[in-house]
């Protein structure tokens, strides 16, 4: 049985070696990073010297780097002799890299595995050089940009790569780094890159052809057609258009046919936009520039045939309307290529491009339509991938369409549809069939391990359901609580269904998990609810809602049988008070947690508070002598400053998370994650925690809190209302009006969360910080 990967070497500092090398470290991995010595600057020491500092992080914790090693090329090529596996991540040029890869044979340990991460060039060229057993052992990988965040890797193995290689390769990939993986073809840009460059190329020929503004472009390629709301042109500004631009020559170079060749050709506008330095976001212009204007922030857009930046334009299209009223993606598409205005033609011309060639790439760089839907949906972030939409749209109804419009339609696809088959995918119980180009259909099932709601609710239906919540039936005696209400966020109907699905766990199962499919775990409580209740003075049904919370998070606790709960993304106020108290949490790895009322004028008031302060204590609190003041002033920093965690492991590292809750690295193994932790502390023979009590500090704790609230006042760095909200917060923390040394319960800490809490929705400026979130989206400091 082969060992584990535990000891890898990237070669190349840039911003892929780094970030790869940073992700390796977060996956426990030791690694070496190398790159040249210029005189005495060290590239891959400075390199390293700057992980902390980037935004987004690509390390899980600040002391992940410490999981990491520099060195150079010119003096420590030998530590390849200790790697279970080598990434080259230098240039993208083919010529660096095989002078490199003939450099490090000499030190490669047989069976070492080795990679270059690259976005296009040929993996088959690299290693036809290098020994037999070198090619067994050498396969593409690209990581898509950047590594931490980016779901696709793409494994490009050659004729002489080892199945084995690639297997254990694709295992690592998806368990420990938690990638969702694409096997591709030795073809310039492999499978995303190729359909994505086109498919960017083709919007802004099309938008020339039809006389589309950037602007005009950006909201019809987004969203409303299962695309980021970065759409095109923002993120060609975002990626580079330098970039973008060496990306698709990878394609001109090395295509071999000739309308191939012209279709990846780079318009003349671009090569002049770069140039002038016009390249994106990292020079501050590129198809959009932000300028100041009397001290207010203006987006503009580039106007080609002006040559200059001009304001952005809001478009006004009947299709454009009628797409953002259409309630399905399917629908928004639809709405969109069946209008007879200057964007629906746009978007039919556009789309009806990407859908052709797609097909016709079929089977020279993917073998099915499913491999080429995967790449777009995990490397491009689409909702659908090009044969999804086009079964969507319907297949039979669009190649007519096609076709009356002179389109050559790719024979594969004529032939299926001349078969009976009439679309790419058919969905059963428990599987899927996918057409192939050489006729007939290929069996796919997901592996036991994704599981997933939405395919066990269209199997099965819900155990019980309201408009805010579900429970679902997982099998094997675990049930699952599902949030599914407007971002999640916690009202009265998802803590009706919890209470209820408390009722039905205790008569027909063995446990429960909390979790949900949405973007994010939950965002908080309903804010807008509570501004409505607090406007028109409604304390008693406030006072009820609040009431209501804390019994629910105390029922969490304290049940009998456990309770996992799978946390993910932003996990934020009252999200967070659901989730900590569950008997274990399986956090995903990109979990973003914090109790953050402050930032809209509040205190956490559904257990939040009582459990930190709990957590922070306990364990120090043992035998009633030790000072409690530092954990106090520890849960006080965290409340008052709203800290959130930047993934799982800091959640950790913060206390939002206890040493025994788990991590999954691979949100879509998280669920099944989640269902293991409820059988294994079944099968353990559960029984919920002791009822707490916890020792406050009394007044003189609350005055050392005072004093720094009254310093940060005096210098500037908090309002009179923060200092409000943080004298709130320090009476809860340091027990009220208990003399120092007593214990309370948790239900006398809850109450006065309650309180607080009811006090600061009376304040017009905690309304007004509410009010403004809601808005703006962000927090007021008033």
């Known amino acids: 049985m082969e060992r584990t990967l535990q000891k890898a070497v990237v070669l190349g500092s840039g911003v892929m070696g780094a970030a790869i090398a940073a992700h390796l470290a977060n996956a426990g991995l030791s690694v070496v990073l190398l790159d040249r010595k210029i005189g005495e600057q060290r590239l891959a020491q400075a390199a390293l010297e700057q992980l902390p500092r980037q935004k987004p992080s690509p390390l899980y914790s600040p002391r992940v780097r410490e999981r990491i090693q520099a060195g150079s090329f010119e003096e420590d090529l030998a530590v390849i002799r200790e790697a279970d596996w080598v990434i080259e991540a230098i240039v993208e040029q083919l010529e660096p890299k095989l002078k490199l890869l003939e450099q490090l044979e000499p030190y490669w340990k047989p069976g070492t595995i080795v990679s270059s991460n690259t976005s296009g060039l040929s993996i088959a060229a690299m290693s036809q050089h290098r020994s037999d057993s070198f090619r067994r052992h050498f396969i593409g990988t690209h990581f898509f940009n950047p590594p931490r965040y980016m779901k696709l890797v793409e494994l490009i193995p050659t004729e002489d790569t080892d199945p084995e290689v690639v297997a254990r390769i694709q295992q690592f990939c998806e368990k420990r780094l938690g990638k969702s993986v694409v096997i591709a073809k030795d073809t310039p840009n492999f499978i995303a890159n190729r359909i994505g460059t086109y498919g960017l190329l083709v919007t802004i020929q099309e938008m020339a052809k039809h006389g589309l503004s950037v602007s005009a472009v950006d909201a019809l390629t987004g969203p409303l057609l299962g695309r980021p709301k970065s759409a095109t042109f923002r993120t060609l500004d975002m990626v580079g258009l330098d970039t973008f631009v060496h990306v698709a020559g990878n394609v001109h170079r090395q295509a071999a046919d000739s309308e191939e060749k012209a279709m990846f050709e780079v318009p003349p506008f671009l090569k002049a936009m770069i140039e002038s330095g016009q390249v994106g976001e990292k020079a501050g212009r590129g198809f959009y520039q932000v300028r100041q204007n009397n001290g207010e922030k203006v987006i503009e857009q580039w106007d080609m045939a002006a040559q200059a930046y001009v304001a952005r334009d809001k478009p006004r299209y009947p299709s454009l309307e009628a797409a953002r009223n259409a309630k399905s993606l399917n629908g928004k598409i639809s709405a969109l290529i069946a209008a007879d205005d200057p964007a629906g033609h746009f978007v039919w011309s556009m789309l009806k491009r990407v859908l052709l060639y797609s097909a016709a790439k079929i089977p020279e760089i993917a073998d099915d339509p499913l491999a080429v839907d995967q790449a777009m949906r995990w490397g491009f972030s689409w909702e659908q991938g090009p044969f999804e939409t086009w079964d969507s749209l319907g297949v039979k109804p669009t190649v007519e369409r096609m076709k009356a419009e002179g389109e050559s339609i790719p024979a594969w696809v004529e032939e299926m549809l001349a078969s009976g088959r009439t679309s790419f995918y058919e969905n059963t119980a428990d599987r899927i069939l996918f057409a192939l180009p050489a006729g007939g259909a290929k069996e796919w099932q997901e592996p036991p391990e994704k599981l997933s709601l939405r395919l066990l609710k269209e199997r099965q239906g819900t155990v019980l359901s309201n408009s805010g919540a579900s429970l679902v039936d997982l099998g094997d005696g675990v049930a699952c609580l599902e949030f599914h209400s407007a971002n999640n966020a916690v009202g009265p109907d998802i803590l009706q269904m919890l209470f209820q699905s408390l009722e039905e766990v ?234 120092a040394g007593t214990v309370v319960t948790e239900q006398y800490l809850l109450d006065l969360e309650r309180e607080a809490f009811l006090s600061l929705c009376g304040e017009p400026k905690s309304q007004a910080r509410m009010q403004h979130m809601l808005l703006k989206g962000k927090p007021l400091r008033n």
């Open 506 to 739: 205790r008569s027909r199962y063995r446990g429960l998990v909390i979790a949900n499919e949405g973007r994010h775990f939950c965002v908080g409580a309903n804010l807008m609810l509570l501004l409505m209740e607090a406007q028109d003075d409604n304390w008693m049904e406030i006072e009820r809602m609040i009431r209501q919370f804390q019994n629910a998070s105390m029922a969490i606790k304290y049940f009998e049988m456990p309770i996992v709960s799978a946390p993910f993304g932003m996990t934020l106020g009252g999200g967070v008070e659901l989730a900590i108290p569950a008997a274990c949490v399986q956090a995903s790895a990109e979990t973003y947690m914090g109790l953050v009322e402050t930032g809209v004028g509040l205190i956490p008031a559904g257990g939040g508070t009582k459990e930190l302060l709990l957590r922070f204590t306990r364990a120090v609190d043992y035998d009633g002598k030790l000072d409690l003041q530092p954990f106090v002033n520890r849960a006080f920093e965290m409340i008052g400053l709203a800290k959130v965690s930047t993934s799982g492991q800091e959640a950790k590292e913060l206390g939002y998370l206890r040493p025994t809750d788990r991590i999954s690295v691979n949100r879509d193994y998280q669920l099944y994650d989640a269902k293991r932790m409820v059988l294994a502390l079944a099968d353990a023979g559960y029984s919920p925690p002791e009822r707490e009590s916890c020792r406050v500090v009394g007044e003189p704790g609350r005055a050392v809190l005072h004093m720094g609230l009254y310093q940060m006042k005096g210098s500037g760095h908090i309002s009179a209302h923060d200092e409000l909200i943080g004298r709130k917060l320090a009476h809860i923390l340091t027990g009220g009006q208990m003399p």
